[in-house]
């Protein structure tokens, strides 16, 4: 998807030069190495452990009011799921300018949620919370309490 292996004519920029594969960052040799890197990021404990303060942003409660004023996570009134009705302007070089608008900048997404989201809770962190039951060679079952490098990132506390 980085690479315009069809020749596709996308078009030229400002300064005419013309739109062809995406340009990597410095850091990446190739677009493959560019996927790896990014997945690598985005599968990390660091990103699971801040998931649900994203989810608040973009589903949750931060996405409209006081909450989204005080994260900074506020946008033009028509980039907002209801905020016009479309059919009720009689205009229609105003309502085509709202569509255009609406169309190039897109919306936000429907808010579901109105509270926090919890936090993700890892496997990691369920057998911290909870002593784990284990069945030995012999069939018995003791409780084991889980090793210490099994705790998360002082991050995600």
Same mark, same amino acid.
Not at 33 to 39: A, G, H, L, T
Not at 66 to 71: C, D, F, H, M, Q
Not at 96 to 115: K, V
């Given at each position: 998807?980085?690479?315009?292996?069809? &020749?596709?004519?996308?078009?030229?920029?400002? $300064?005419? @030069? *013309?739109?062809? $594969?995406?340009?990597?960052?410095?850091?990446? !040799?190739?677009?493959?190495?560019?996927?790896?890197?990014?997945? +690598? =990021? /985005?599968?990390?404990?660091?990103?699971?452990?801040?998931?649900?303060?994203? *989810?608040?942003?973009?589903?949750?409660?931060?996405?409209?009011?006081?909450?989204?004023?005080? =994260?900074?996570?506020?946008?033009?009134?028509?980039?907002?799921? @209801?905020?016009?009705?479309?059919? !009720? *302007?009689?205009?229609?070089? +105003?309502?085509?300018? *709202?569509?255009?608008?609406? &169309?190039?900048?897109?919306?936000?997404?429907?808010?579901? /949620? +109105?509270?926090?989201?919890?936090?993700?809770? !890892? #496997? +990691?962190?369920?057998?911290?919370?909870?002593?784990?039951?284990?069945?030995?060679?012999?069939?018995?079952?003791?409780?084991?309490?889980?090793?210490?490098?099994?705790?998360?990132?002082?991050?995600? #506390?």
């Amino acid at each position: 998807m980085f690479v315009n292996w069809n &020749r596709y004519k996308l078009g030229a920029t400002e $300064d005419e @030069g *013309i739109v062809d $594969d995406v340009v990597l960052p410095p850091w990446a !040799s190739s677009p493959e190495e560019f996927v790896r890197i990014n997945r +690598m =990021a /985005l599968e990390s404990e660091f990103v699971s452990c801040q998931l649900h303060q994203w *989810i608040d942003l973009i589903f949750g409660y931060k996405q409209r009011g006081p909450e989204a004023v005080r =994260a900074t996570n506020v946008f033009y009134y028509l980039t907002y799921e @209801g905020s016009v009705d479309l059919d !009720s *302007i009689q205009d229609p070089v +105003m309502q085509e300018a *709202i569509e255009n608008q609406i &169309r190039n900048f897109g919306q936000t997404p429907s808010q579901l /949620l +109105m509270e926090p989201h919890p936090p993700r809770s !890892s #496997a +990691m962190h369920l057998l911290v919370a909870h002593r784990v039951r284990i069945r030995s060679h012999a069939s018995l079952e003791e409780e084991v309490e889980p090793p210490l490098n099994l705790f998360l990132p002082p991050h995600c #506390a």
